[in-house]
């Protein structure tokens, strides 16, 4: 089989909601997530023996604490091929950003390999597989816009949102997830989303409504941590967004627009030293 090339999208989340904390120690939560144009790329070339990976791009673990290492690891151990491959990943996605970039860089890594090597995994066992190596990876594996539960694990499919457009506003640090859940009690949330109200919008396909109810209950958290945050989310709206969020955890902030074409004008009169500017626009499986 000759060489497979593939992108990984990342993603945003519309609403974030937390509502609860489990006895198991994770956090309940639900969240309107959908995949967006920015994106990492991944070549795959058959190779004798083990499995060997190349990265490009700052930030990222190299060797067996990739993701996409993990989750080559874990298609080899399920199926006890004895084929190798060797994986080269260019980094477009910012690291610990809030946009899953490692998950989507393991989602693409399992269905890729699944074909690669004739594991003969079904859809439903690819997703098993995904939540053993992070609970946002079922989510990859199918993309477009969805409704997500549990961990992130649950997943309802959703008609696509609209191709909005996105100015991405990523500060010259990063956040860690498990430090954002561990300082988070979700009783005394100070944003509480409309997730019902939103999931009417985008089955309206109703822009103006989308960006009303753009709300993410770890905001306050975060921005506690680092009111920067906060200041970029403003300036994002003064700059002319029609609305704008915290993606996840943070730190990554987007700025909604009604196409690409404003995306750019908004990012145009977006300027500030040491972010990260990036635009891109919401992107569905059907496009
Ligand atoms: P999450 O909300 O799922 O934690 P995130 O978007 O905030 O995701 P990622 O870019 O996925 O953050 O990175 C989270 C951590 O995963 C990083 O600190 C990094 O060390 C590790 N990691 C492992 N493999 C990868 C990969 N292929 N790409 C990016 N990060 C990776």
Redesign the pocket.
Known sequence: MVMITAL?R??INLTLDVLYKRQDGYHEIETVMQSIGLH?RLEFRPAGGGISLV?E?K???RGA??????AAELVRSRTGTKKGVAIH?T?A??????????????AVTLSVLNKMWEAGFSPAELLKLGEQL???VPFFLQGGTALARGKGERLERLPPCPALGLVLVKPPF?????AVYRVCSPGQALVKPGTRAMLEAIREGNAAGIAKRLANALEPVVFGMYPQIAQIKERLMKAGAIGALM????P?VFGLTADLESARALAGRYSEPGMQVIVTECYNNTC
């Open positions: 990984a990342a993603k990492d990265v791009g930030g990222v673990p604490d990739n993701l996409v290492f993990r990943l980094k996605i910012p690291v610990a950003a809030g946009l899953g970039g490692g998950s989507a860089d393991a992070g609970a946002d990063g956040v860690q997830t498990a993606s996840g955890s943070g990554t």
